[in-house]
Nanobody, 127 residues
Framework: QVRLVDSGGGLVQAGGSLRLSCAASGRTFSSYVMGWFRQAPGKEREFVGAISWSGGSTYYADSVKGRFTISRGNAKTTVYLQMNSLKPEDTAVYYC????????????????????WGQGTQVTVSS
């Protein structure tokens, strides 16, 4: 079992920045892909981005490309989502997720491919 804890959400003005963290604990695996998803009120959960085990590969949704950056800590068990130039439409609950699969072996933007999920952290961007 892998436990994921999201943190770092909050209220920020448009144009501002936030950094979310996701800490993994529990059973360790040789490698897993970490993803970030978000869900706005009344909308389906959508893919934000993903990062490989090594941190050398990333993949982003078009809506956040160039504004958001995913990185992994040195211990590989913490993942960060740096969000810059935030817009009101970025308001959502953000979730990290872990897929027990190798990078490139599955579609990282597909929610059902992920095995474990964090509890979510609220991000609110005011205009």
């Amino acid at each position: 079992q892998v436990r994921l804890v999201d943190s770092g959400g909050g209220l920020v003005q448009a144009g501002g920045s936030l950094r979310l963290s996701c800490a993994a604990s529990g059973r360790t695996f040789s490698s897993y892909v970490m993803g970030w998803f978000r869900q706005a009120p009344g909308k389906e959960r959508e893919f934000v981005g993903a990062i490989s085990w090594s941190g050398g590969s990333t993949y982003y949704a078009d809506s956040v490309k160039g504004r958001f950056t995913i990185s992994r800590g040195n211990a590989k068990t913490t993942v960060y989502l740096q969000m810059n130039s935030l817009k009101p439409e970025d308001t959502a609950v953000y979730y990290c997720a872990a897929a027990l699969k190798g990078w490139g072996t599955f579609s990282a933007y597909v929610m059902d491919e992920y095995h474990y999920w964090g509890q979510g952290t609220q991000v609110t961007v005011s205009s």
